[in-house]
């Protein structure tokens, strides 16, 4: 198979190669992003491209967003290569029209995995091409199997995204859980060798005055010592608890529908994992919940998902920080639901909009990358637990959703 490789560090060109040409792929090596666009651009271009994120001139994102920006019935697979990990850089990356990334320092088996996954999403592209020409061919029901083959490819592509990010987070959460476990395991050894220590620091204070301890007078740390241990020790607990929801959310789905599952507890997962945008999107969110809620039964990352859309979209519904967000779960005894409402004081929905907005591919956000496949899957997942989906909105006065949920009922 071929694939090119744009980076204008020789150092790297040259590892590039020697793993791909290892592996019995044919390698076009590009020094900078022109030569790099004109060789993707061409009639029998690559249909796998590494692209280095910064390059003189023309560099990845660039390229990504020129390529995407064609009409172009077969596009490349592309890959970044970056040094940039924050996820606000990955998320900038894929949105310019990434299909992945690596992060360098990379090493040949990450390199390969990544390729792979290209490999089989250029696999399914193609017998999904297949099966639309014979339909077209056939020229039976044209409209409705080129729709229905769009969806399949979109949610084809959206997995195996998926599947790569899962793939790095359980490296990640590996890396963060080792380091944080020795914290943990050692930080009640360090508070009881200070508790140790301070008959005799105490005596010496007493005995001879107050005394530089730590860069300040004792007098004020014999005080906040104990405090700082209890706040980066919180902290540490609170770290694991982060990666703990991250590698639950990432991990590979192949559960049924038959766990017992608490509301509640769902969306204050979910709140954490969206937390820093809920800070960065409005200054005004609260939460309340209901007490006693009964449990229902489902799959509760399936679950998570829809919820942490919903907050995503509430969020991007504000137009500043002043406006609000609100959530709150409750149990409706008539209709023998658990329910979830998210509510936005955004910008609204407009009323053409509102019996569109489960339609798949329907989206207001398509040049910011929106697919419109959010909403749309989130209600296939909440009609498959026997739920639905309900929106009130006013263009201009933002917006409401109810998520319901068939509760148990008590024996």
Request: hydrophobic share 40%.
């Amino acid at each position: 198979m071929k694939i090119l490789i744009a980076d204008d560090d020789q150092t790297t060109r040259r590892i590039l190669l020697a793993i791909l040409e290892k592996k019995g792929f044919e390698v076009i090596c590009c020094a900078d992003g022109s030569e790099a666009l004109r060789a993707l651009q061409a009639a029998d271009a690559p249909k796998l491209a590494i692209l280095d994120w910064m390059m003189p001139g023309l560099d990845g994102v660039d390229i990504c967003r020129t390529l995407r920006a064609s009409a172009g019935d077969s596009q490349p697979y592309l890959i970044l290569l970056t040094c940039k990990g924050y996820q606000e850089d990955v998320v900038s990356g894929l949105a310019s029209g990434a299909d992945d990334y690596i992060v360098k320092p990379f090493s040949a088996d990450e390199l390969l995995a990544r390729l792979k996954v290209g490999q089989r999403v250029l696999g399914l592209q193609s017998a999904l091409a297949a099966r639309v020409e014979e339909l077209t061919e056939s020229n039976q029901h044209l409209a409705e199997a080129q729709a229905i083959a769009q969806l399949g490819q979109q949610q084809l592509l959206q997995a195996e995204k998926m599947a790569a990010l899962g793939f790095l987070l359980a490296g990640i959460a590996h890396e963060i859980n080792n380091p944080n476990g020795l914290i943990l395991l050692n930080f009640p050894v360090l508070m009881e060798a200070y508790r140790d220590a301070e008959p005799i620091l105490e005596k010496h204070y007493r005995d001879q005055g107050d005394f530089c301890f730590g860069g300040l007078p004792y007098s004020k740390m014999r005080q906040e010592i104990p405090e700082m241990y209890d706040e980066l020790l919180g902290c540490s607990r609170r770290i694991k608890r982060i990666v703990d929801d991250l590698k639950n959310f990432a991990r590979r789905d192949d559960a049924g529908l038959d766990e017992t599952l608490d509301l509640n507890e769902l969306v204050r997962t979910s709140l954490r994992l969206v937390g820093t945008l809920l800070r960065e999107s409005t200054r005004n969110f609260s939460a309340r919940y209901g007490e006693s809620l009964p449990k229902f039964k489902g799959n509760g990352q399936r679950i998570e998902q829809v919820v942490v859309n919903l907050l995503l979209n509430a969020c991007q519904a504000l137009e500043n920080t002043s406006q609000g967000i609100s959530v709150q779960t409750s149990f409706d005894v008539q209709s023998g639901m658990v329910e979830l409402f998210v509510r936005d004081e955004g910008i609204g929905i407009r009323p053409e909009h509102v019996s569109h907005l489960t339609s798949p591919f329907f989206t207001t956000k398509r040049e910011q990358g929106g697919t419109g496949l959010g909403l749309s899957l989130s209600e296939r997942i909440v009609t498959g637990h026997g739920g639905s989906l309900a929106f009130t909105t006013e263009y201009g006065n933002g917006t409401t959703v109810r998520l319901a949920l068939p509760a148990l009922r008590e024996r």
